[in-house]
């Protein structure tokens, strides 16, 4: 299998792992996926800033977070780290719609 396809797969199984019977997440939910999901200290240091918890808490307004919502989060942390290895792009804290 492609390594693209691979990383496909591997988020919809983590999002149909974590989420509950209604095929949602809430936010504890995102935060405990990622807690035990990432093991990068800084990439977790990340996610628990405020600048991070507010894009969560936007993202989940009506308290629960659907697979597209979860898509962005997870492209919003990409985009973290491709910003932290090439020094292209926006980085998680970089975002003027804070």
Same mark, same amino acid.
């Given at each position: 299998? $492609?390594?693209?396809?691979d990383i /496909?797969?591997?988020?919809?199984e983590?999002?149909? +792992?974590? $989420?509950?019977?209604?095929?949602?997440? $809430?936010?504890?939910?995102?935060?405990?996926?990622?807690?035990? @999901? /990432?093991?990068?200290? @800084?990439?977790?240091?990340k /996610?628990?800033?405020?600048k991070?918890?507010?894009? !969560?808490?936007r993202?989940?307004?009506?308290?629960? /977070?659907?697979?597209? +919502?979860f $898509?962005?989060?997870?492209s919003?942390? !990409?985009?973290?780290?491709?910003?932290?290895?090439?020094?292209?792009?926006?980085d998680?804290?970089?975002?003027?719609?804070d």
């Amino acid at each position: 299998m $492609s390594r693209l396809q691979d990383i /496909i797969k591997s988020m919809v199984e983590l999002y149909v +792992e974590y $989420s509950d019977t209604d095929g949602k997440l $809430s936010k504890e939910e995102l935060m405990t996926m990622m807690d035990k @999901e /990432i093991e990068c200290s @800084e990439m977790k240091e990340k /996610i628990k800033s405020k600048k991070c918890e507010k894009k !969560a808490d936007r993202m989940g307004r009506d308290g629960e /977070i659907d697979f597209r +919502e979860f $898509s962005r989060c997870v492209s919003f942390l !990409a985009n973290s780290c491709y910003h932290k290895k090439t020094g292209k792009g926006k980085d998680c804290g970089d975002s003027s719609d804070d």
